[in-house]
């Protein structure tokens, strides 16, 4: 009589169809249950070792994802093809890792498996599995080896340190550091530090920065790690970044110009993000963006002040408030009477005005 486990996978070829050779069928079968005597006997009567079902997974790959040792051993004695991936790329180290089956990956790997191989629909590695599921038994077995790239990103423009810093793992952090790039990046210029400010993990943020993480960010990234806190409204990450680790309060986003400041609508933020630019002393190439609308993020030619004293361009504000169903702030959120947008607007302090012309002059 079959365990619980043995009708899953009787179940399964019952659902599935697998060889049009019957002796590969139950080898296959076999080789999921983990019978090993079985398998011996068909691969002894000649059927073919690396066989497949139409879904390409043979029986090592069965054997792995099951967790049925005596069987991986046996095939991989035998001669089977440690690499043969299923129709999705994924090869039996792969699925041993995503088991988090360690004893078989240590047989496979033996064997000499490709342990960057990346699977066909994330593109992950062994790696990816590891850091994502804190399996640090694992992540020391592929670190260990010199063949592991640890800076490898799958489809979505992870490297394994992003994933680990994304979860909030230290312990595989720390680990991932001893061999990777702590600026490595996918693509799109996504960082670990870039994950570390998306998840406001300030706690984070100070491990990657003093094992020299670029504060600015590198590569096409469109937003500085400091933008994306801003964004966030993190503000413990915010100051952070401005006070210890030096981060430019005054970038702005590469895409859309937008500056650090007009990321963050949160009142404690965006008073923090004021006074720290208040607090600079600006030099000639940062006067345009403290001088800028947080609309539309222009240097401020015919600027308008609201009565709760936040100034913007006259037309960027205008576009702002007429989109909107109810009229406030686009800085502080404060309502706006209508009658101090509909009918006339309140000039700006002749003050601010000269300001800019004196210091660009």
């Known amino acids: 009589m079959m365990n619980e486990e043995e009708s899953k996978h009787t179940l399964f070829f019952q659902h599935h169809a697998v060889c049009v050779d019957t002796d590969a069928t139950l080898m296959l079968r076999a080789a999921a249950e983990g019978r090993v005597g079985t398998v011996s006997a068909l691969l002894d009567k000649g ?208 895409d859309t110009g937008h500056s650090v400041a007009s990321a963050a609508t949160e009142d404690a933020c965006v008073l923090y993000l004021k006074r720290a630019i208040e607090s600079l002393k600006f030099g000639e190439e940062s006067v345009d963006g403290v001088f800028a609308c947080p609309l539309s993020s222009v240097t401020l030619r015919d600027p308008v002040s609201l009565s709760c004293g936040h100034n913007f361009e006259r037309g960027a504000l205008r576009r702002y408030l007429v989109s909107r169903k109810d009229a406030v702030c686009p800085q502080c959120g404060s309502k706006v009477p209508d009658t101090e947008w509909s009918v006339r607007y309140k000039p700006v302090n002749k003050l601010f005005q000269r300001a800019y012309r004196l210091i660009k002059s």
Not at 47 to 75: C, K
């Open 47 to 254: 059927v073919n070792i690396d066989a497949h079902d139409m879904m390409g997974r043979t029986a090592l790959w069965f054997a792995s994802n099951g967790n049925r040792e005596g069987v991986v051993a046996l095939l991989l004695k035998r001669g089977a093809n440690v690499d043969r991936s299923d129709k999705f790329d994924c090869t039996p180290f792969y699925v041993a890792s995503d088991i988090q089956c360690l004893s078989i990956m240590e047989l496979l790997h033996r064997a000499g498996a490709d342990v960057n191989r990346q699977s066909g629909s994330g593109g992950h590695t062994a790696l990816h599995v590891a850091a994502y599921h804190r399996n640090i038994r694992m992540l020391n077995m592929l670190l260990g080896d010199e063949k592991t790239d640890p800076d490898v990103v799958n489809l979505d423009n992870n490297t394994p340190l992003a994933i680990a810093v994304e979860r909030g793992f230290p312990e595989i952090v720390e680990a991932l550091l001893r061999r990777c790039n702590v600026n490595a990046a996918g693509s799109d210029g996504w960082t670990a530090l870039h994950s570390a400010a998306s998840t406001c993990r300030v706690e984070m943020l100070r491990l990657l920065i003093r094992r020299g993480a670029c504060v600015e960010g590198v590569g096409v990234c469109n937003a500085s790690p400091l933008w994306i806190s801003c964004f966030k409204n993190d503000l413990a990450s915010i100051r952070y970044l401005v006070e210890e680790a030096g981060a430019d309060v005054l970038v702005s986003d590469k």
